[in-house]
């Protein structure tokens, strides 16, 4: 036992053993509590967040002030579920996707660690894919996309192979440098920025609006399927409020502030028709009047795609263990890699026709975490009160059923069906009732009051005819 007192799982030196098991309360000593700020903003501070407020006026057809209103108000809405989702690690001593089986059960919450590592396989072959486009565009071809992919997935892989301590030791420090380069480009790019008129208030202006409202939403509350992987190691006493406001701010700060200067970029006519072929043509206009600095700057952006993957990464060697006891018993770490050689297989031939296509694609893969998070939130404040028994974690008959929570998944699922509107890939019936270039996507609105109205029903009869 004063073996157990003294190392802290996924602290030890080396490649971390430790995996989904529960971390014992007598076992932490991650006293940091501030990773939970830099962890996130670190993995929030790439080019794919500038990218995403770039979108706002070249394509969703959004004013100047209009934009910045639906970027600050979906974020702060979005990123509520990650908040709380992180307190829940250093008080129950569990992992995100574990924490899952004390709504969905284990059957449920394998069906769940599925879509969780899809979207961390999909979201990492886009990342790779964005950030050695960037280094072949720079070298005009010379280096070949497939070298930058492989060259960004192993020092990635590199990171969250090693685990816990290794993942938040580079998140620490990887904010420093980008912070500099978007104050630079900000500086480079200020004079050119303008007020763009906001359109006439109509319901193709409040579609527009909601629909670029719910890409910010998903884009930050896409962290919640992780949120309790990255502080289980922190004291059971571990303030709450304090892992709350830390994790906020952390996710909030860096997707409002870049995702304010992608927009803002995009009213410079010039900024606007690269933005079009995505952020890192967007950020190469900028840079290009810094000449050979400028090629500097943007080779070290294309890098920062490596913050936002290590936590794909590690969380999906996490995920990979939720699916039963007998991939519990290979290494986290083994997981990781084989997942690290999915995406890259996946990536290599994907990146000579990757297009926005793929982009929306994983986006409707995102829409089932607005249920997901929805359910959990009303099981652990409505019907569980803050109360868990953590030692019936991976005992299958200890634990719900599941079925409430994989019917109103369903449902919500249904929500999100009608009111997606990804156009060209797929508009929902409701979605097009509206007008707008997208129509009006509530695919997330939808889903997340689907799920509620059915788990609020569905988990009483399920409590009442089980008891767990």
């Known amino acids: 036992m004063a073996l ?8 030890e030196k080396g490649i971390e053993t430790h995996g989904i098991e529960r971390v014992s309360p007598k076992t932490r000593a991650d006293v940091r509590i501030f990773d939970n700020f ?26 100047f002030w209009d934009s910045v209103a639906a970027i600050i108000v979906f974020n702060i809405l979005g990123v509520l579920p990650v908040a709380f989702f992180s307190t829940l690690g250093p008080k129950l001593g569990l992992r995100q996707m574990t924490i899952s089986r004390f709504s969905f059960g284990w059957i449920g919450a394998i069906i769940m660690a599925l879509f969780n590592v ?3 396989i999909g979201w990492s072959a ?45 998140e620490r420090y990887a904010w420093v440098p ?16 303008a007020i763009v008129p906001t359109p006439a208030f109509n319901i193709v202006e409040v579609a527009s609006f909601v629909s670029f409202g719910g890409a910010v939403f998903g884009f ?6 992780y949120a309790a992987d990255y502080n289980v190691n922190q004291p059971e006493e571990t303030s709450a409020s304090r892992v709350f406001w830390l994790t906020f701010l952390g996710v909030t700060i860096p997707c409002i502030l870049l995702e304010l200067l992608g927009m803002a970029l995009t009213t410079y006519s010039p900024y606007g028709k690269a933005a079009l072929n995505g952020g890192g043509d967007l950020l190469a206009a900028v840079v290009s009047q810094l000449g050979g ?6 080779v070290l952006l294309a890098l920062s795609v490596i913050a936002n993957n290590i936590p794909n990464d590690y969380s999906l060697g ?32 994907a990146a000579g026709h990757f297009d926005t296509a793929l982009s929306s694609f994983l986006l409707l893969v995102a829409y089932w975490l607005g249920p997901w998070a929805m359910i959990l939130t009303l099981e652990h404040f409505v019907f569980r009160h803050g109360n868990y028994n953590v030692d019936d974690w991976n005992t299958r008959s200890a634990l719900p059923i599941g079925w409430a929570a994989m019917v109103s998944m369903a449902i919500g699922l249904v929500g999100v069906y009608l009111g997606v509107g990804q156009y060209p890939t797929f508009v929902g019936l409701i979605a097009k009732l509206f007008n707008g270039p997208y129509g009006m996507d509530i695919g997330f609105e939808l889903g997340v009051i689907f799920a509620a109205v059915a788990y609020l029903i569905l988990r009483r009869i399920e409590l009442n005819a089980n008891q767990r």
């Not at 995403?52 to 004013?63: E, S």
């Not at 980008?178 to 920025?193: D, E, T, Y």
Request: one cysteine or more; proline letters at 4%.
């Open 4 to 11: 157990e007192t003294l190392t802290s799982p996924g602290l």
């Open 38 to 63: 830099t962890m996130w903003l670190s993995a929030n501070l790439v080019i794919s967040t500038v990218a995403l407020g770039a979108l706002a006026i070249p394509v969703f057809q959004l004013g």
């Open 118 to 120: 899809a979207a961390c």
């Open 126 to 170: 886009v990342n790779v894919i964005v950030g050695a486009q960037i280094v072949t565009a720079l070298s005009n071809g010379k280096i070949p996309n497939w070298v930058g992919i492989l060259v960004i997935a192993i020092l990635t892989t590199a990171v969250s192979l090693y685990g816990y301590r290794y993942v938040h030791r580079y």
């Open 178 to 193: 980008m912070a500099i380069i978007f104050v630079i480009l900000l500086v480079v790019a200020g004079p050119h920025m």
């Open 220 to 225: 930050a509350t896409g962290w919640s399927s």
């Open 293 to 298: 600095f400028g090629s500097f700057l943007l």
């Open 318 to 349: 996490l995920s990979m263990q939720v699916l039963g006891k007998a991939f519990q018993r290979v290494n986290r770490a083994i997981w990781t890699l084989i997942g690290a050689v999915v995406y890259i297989i996946i990536a290599i031939p």
